[in-house]
């Protein structure tokens, strides 16, 4: 059953609520029954009103107990979750850049070697580029496709209108930059010049 933290919070606050609603008739039952008091001093209590005030005022220290303990419990389950979500959010970073690591180390190799070679040095880019794109498809990252499409505000961003008789109009003349989307959300629109004719 996956964890659902709006359900468990919701009912958290019905009970904390609830427990308060029970609270505050005890505190006004044991208030008039001190209003009481006075007038019961004329007459002499009966042994049965004294038990159930004594059970009363033990119930309602019972409910303020139990009140702040859940209050307690609350609390930590929330400073419990935050800090969970801290120590899940640094792992996803520090797993994330221990992937681009061999990358760092092959840019550091490509910058010592001789630049007498530009085609293997052109070579070794292209490895460590191609080596970038793998990781970051692993993460989820796609690359919004552009090409024979039409415009669509939702993946593209158009900065340019030209004019194009063999294309028709709302079609992608060009692509001026890449738009990327991770895991089907779009994080970058691609730039692109629309035909209108």
Known sequence: MPFDKDKLKKKDEEKLEEMQREIDEHEES???LADDEPAAEAVEEAPEEKDELAELKEKLAEDEERYKRLQADFENFRRRTRQEKEELSALVVQ???TELLPMVDNFERALAAEATDAAA?????DMIFNQLMEVLKNRGL???????AKFDPNYHQAVMRVENPELEDDTIAMELQKGYMVKGKVIRPSMVQVVSN
């Open 30 to 32: 044991a208030e008039e």
């Open 121 to 125: 040095f052109q070579q070794g880019v």
């Open 142 to 148: 796609e690359v919004i496709d552009t090409k024979e």
């Open 95 to 97: 797993n994330f850049i």
